[in-house]
């Protein structure tokens, strides 16, 4: 969709080498973003976890993703299973699903057999109640960490049809989960107070309009009445901090994901957060997030709807950092899908 942004597309038979200091403990996932929704569909995507915490217990990363109309878990030693995935685990050890939604649409998650806790979203811990029974919906691009104690009796992780039983070896496996859906932007604290002023202000008013893409008129997923590359850039400063709000005029969730950052969620529909750091928030048909971004990390990153045919029709811009420019054409060059 848009490479020449950060880097150009690795082309067949060449090579990339990524170097990058791994500073920042938790779950984390990479994929294409040449024709990202197609390529990524047809699988290519991976996982990785930098410093797992329960190397000793069950710490493993856990990717949902739809093969071919179905949904699949697909676990790190294993090809993606359709249904449920098995393993066998003693009672006592210590567990952490580090479950990636690798998909396009939202899924949601939920636990039987044991109480939880949601222990990391987006790879930032975060400190919340126990979970009986609940569930919460994980945006297209998120992570969950789900941590809790491995019991004598059989566990099951569930999104829809596909799950993840984790059984000592005896006992039937428990219903999915039917619990009540929490919001996962007041479910705990990420550590981090809300600044009481910022830099600047943004708005980003996401919305279902004609625009011109390859000179046609088409109907798009837009950003303040534009596509991508047209969308104006969010220009910031290192050390600012910078509220943006996130309108959705349209009528279908947009997963936002600013590449390089997490976000600080402040509010949704107008009801403080707790607040929690994002880097993938589902901001839903009529619904308004705050968000706030601290400017730490120079360079020039795309900010895009990880719902990927969104992204595709035009739902993409970039953060700029003052005096950074990108060492690659900007030709904003639209891959179509
Ligand atoms: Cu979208």
């Not at 057999?113 to 009986?132: F, H, K, Q, S």
């Not at 969950?144 to 992780?157: A, G, I, N």
Request: glycine share 12%.
């Amino acid at each position: 969709m848009c490479p020449a942004l950060t880097q150009n597309a690795v082309r067949e038979g060449g090579e990339f080498v990524y170097r990058f200091r791994a500073d920042q403990p938790g779950s984390y996932w990479y994929h294409t973003h040449e024709t990202p929704n197609r390529a990524l569909q047809a699988g290519l995507f991976g996982m990785f976890t930098v410093d797992p915490v329960t190397p000793e217990g069950f710490d493993e990363p856990v990717a949902l993703h739809t093969f071919g109309g179905a949904l699949t878990v697909a676990l790190a030693d294993a090809p993606p299973a359709d249904g449920l995935a098995t393993r066998t685990l003693s009672p006592g050890t210590p567990v952490r699903l580090r479950v990636a939604n690798t998909d396009n649409a939202p899924h949601t998650l939920g636990v039987s057999g044991v109480p939880y806790r949601i222990a990391a979203v987006d790879g930032l811990p975060v400190t919340g109640r126990i979970l009986r029974d609940e569930r919460a919906q994980l945006a297209a691009g998120g992570r969950y960490d789900l941590v809790f104690t491995m019991p004598s009796r059989p566990v099951l992780m569930s999104a829809g049809a596909a799950g993840l039983l984790l059984t000592p070896g005896v006992g039937a496996a428990p219903a999915p989960s039917a619990g009540p859906l929490i919001d996962i932007t007041r479910y705990g604290s990420g550590g981090t107070e809300a600044p009481r002023r910022f830099d600047r202000s943004y708005t980003w008013v996401l919305d279902r309009l004609i625009a011109l893409r390859g000179g046609v008129p088409r109907l798009s997923h837009t950003v303040n009445g534009q596509v991508w590359p047209r969308v104006a850039p969010a220009l910031v400063k290192q050390g600012e901090w910078i509220r943006f709000t996130v309108v959705n005029r349209g009528g279908e969730p947009h997963p936002m994901h600013p590449h390089g950052h997490h976000v600080l969620v402040l509010s949704r529909d107008g009801v403080k957060a707790a607040p929690i750091w994002m880097d993938s928030f589902d901001v839903g048909p009529g619904e308004v997030w705050e968000v706030a971004l601290r400017a730490g990390n120079p360079g020039v990153w795309l900010a895009h709807c990880h719902e990927l045919t969104h992204a595709a029709e035009g739902m993409t811009l970039h953060l700029a950092y003052d005096g950074v420019r990108s060492p690659f054409a900007l030709d904003g060059h639209n891959h179509p899908e």
